[in-house]
């Protein structure tokens, strides 16, 4: 009986280590107090990849694990996802201000870097093999990501997103919701404008710039 017992007991906890979101506190630099939720596959792989998962507006760290495939193929490759988690502007992220759309800035950008150098110091985590990902508020944040850091990711996704500092000034909430919304409604700028944002995210960067898939569809079906 003891031993059986001692069996459950070792269950429940590689069920709350593995396969399942865990919550990591006093991961670093967060200025905007954003919550960090780690998955790990049921074996890391040695160097492991590591993505980043970014949840839309009004969602959560919890359903973006539950929405997407990533769980599974991080459970056969081995890889490791971090869920950062926002609580602010209706769970939108922050794309607006300056903090996040500058490189060593503050704002939700400098939390999720904070999370990512967590992961990898903890993990020993491959860092030419960093990737973020997202839908909708999460698409516009993975946009920021890439564009802030180009020298920490090597690749981003985007699901129905908007353009890096899109929202870039507006006083009101990046949300669905905000009373601006000229983003939403579509901004005239020139192709090399809208690079010039990104340059000027990160001046004086000659370094490589990290690959980018942009999808914008009216429906999903199976999809990630």
């Known amino acids: 009986m003891k031993a059986f017992t001692a069996a459950l007991a070792l269950l429940a906890l590689a069920s ?11 991961f670093g630099t967060n200025p905007t107090n954003l919550q960090m939720y780690i998955s790990l596959p049921s074996k ?15 969602g959560t760290a919890s359903q973006w694990y539950s929405g997407t495939k990533l769980p599974s193929y991080s459970d056969s490759l081995g890889f490791i996802l971090i869920y950062p988690q926002t609580t602010k502007y ?3 992220w922050d794309v607006n201000n300056a903090g996040s759309l500058t490189h060593g800035g503050n704002g939700d950008a400098l939390g999720i870097i904070s999370m990512v150098n967590y992961t990898l110091q903890k993990y020993n985590g491959d860092k030419s093999k960093l990737y973020v990902m997202g839908g909708s ?21 985007a699901y129905s997103g908007t353009a890096f500092a899109c929202f870039a000034g507006s006083k009101s909430d990046p949300t669905p919701f ?5 983003c939403a409604q ?9 690079a010039q944002f990104v340059y000027n995210a990160y001046p004086g960067y000659t370094g490589k710039r990290p690959r980018f898939l942009v999808a914008h569809v009216t429906e999903c079906r199976g999809w990630m």
């Open 178 to 182: 905000g009373a601006n919304q000229t």
């Open 137 to 157: 508020s999460g698409a516009m944040m993975s946009n920021v990501m890439v564009g802030s850091y180009p020298d920490v990711f090597e690749a981003g996704a």
């Open 16 to 26: 709350s280590a593995f396969g399942a979101l865990q919550q990591v506190t006093g």
């Open 44 to 58: 890391v792989a040695t160097n492991p990849a590591v993505i980043v998962a970014l949840h839309p507006c009004g």
């Open 90 to 92: 209706s769970n939108c």
């Open 186 to 194: 579509g901004l005239t700028h020139t192709p090399e404008q809208w």
